[in-house]
């Protein structure tokens, strides 16, 4: 079974700090890895995400870093902002299969000013 | 633009009863999808297409069926109504051809809120 493994399953950081979030996965033929930010009664948003030729990517205070030997990637949130304060997914992908995505079950993170 | 619109945002209905989610988007990409959202468990795929008249099961296509008759529309339908089946459900679509980084990701409609009762 194709599965994807996050953790914390919640964060609480002040603000100002770093907010770390693990995934990993199992499939070796997934070949895209995207985050997802959710807001309350809002649908997920894309973050960033990464492709397993690469071992980090960075967009503003958001990077990805990607370990392809380890099966396992994570977001660093930078100078957390009580504005990140959302439920974070990680997922990962195979091109090959209908680009379905396979989410993680999910980081609550809280960010306290 | 209006992206992926999902309808209704919010419905009650009792056991064994019947219903429609409904979803269209307006951005003509190729591939969309019915998620499941329950509390701690992440988004779980019911059903997907990966064009007009292609559809295919997910991880949990239990209790659902759906049709995709035209590019713009993916309704997802849930007979026999069972409580097991209280969730948010989310459709979701991409484009098949993609070139750069976020090309790739999916835009989410803001989700249908249903309880079985």
């Known amino acids: 079974q194709q599965q994807v493994k996050q953790s914390p399953q919640s964060l609480i950081v002040q603000k100002g700090g770093i907010s770390i979030i693990n995934c990993a996965y199992e499939n070796t033929a997934f070949d895209y890895f995207p985050w997802y930010q959710q807001f309350p009664g809002k649908g997920p948003a894309l973050l960033i995400a990464i492709r397993p030729d690469v071992s980090e990517k960075k967009e503003g205070r958001f990077t990805i870093s990607f370990n392809k030997s380890a099966k396992q990637f994570s977001l660093h949130i930078m100078d957390s902002q009580p504005g990140d304060s959302a439920t974070y997914f990680c997922a990962a992908g195979e091109e090959t299969s209908g680009s379905r995505l396979t989410f993680g079950e999910g980081t609550q993170l809280t960010v306290n000013p | 633009n209006a992206g992926v619109t999902q309808t209704p945002k919010f419905r009650i209905l009792k056991i064994g009863q019947s219903m429609t989610l409904q979803c269209t988007q307006d951005m003509n990409h190729n591939y969309m999808y019915w998620y499941r959202q329950d509390p701690g468990m992440g988004l779980k795929l019911i059903y997907y297409?990966?064009?007009?008249?292609?559809?295919d099961k997910g991880e949990v296509p239990n209790g659902y069926n759906v049709s995709r008759s035209t590019t713009e529309d993916f309704p997802l339908r849930l007979e026999l109504a069972a409580p097991s089946q209280t969730s948010v459900y989310f459709c979701?679509?991409?484009?098949?051809?993609?070139?750069?980084?976020?090309?790739?990701?999916?835009?989410f409609g803001s989700g249908t809120r249903l309880t079985v009762v």
């Open positions: 979701a679509s991409r484009n098949r051809q993609y070139r750069g980084p976020f090309n790739y990701g999916y835009t």
């Open positions: 297409s990966v064009g007009a008249g292609i559809t």
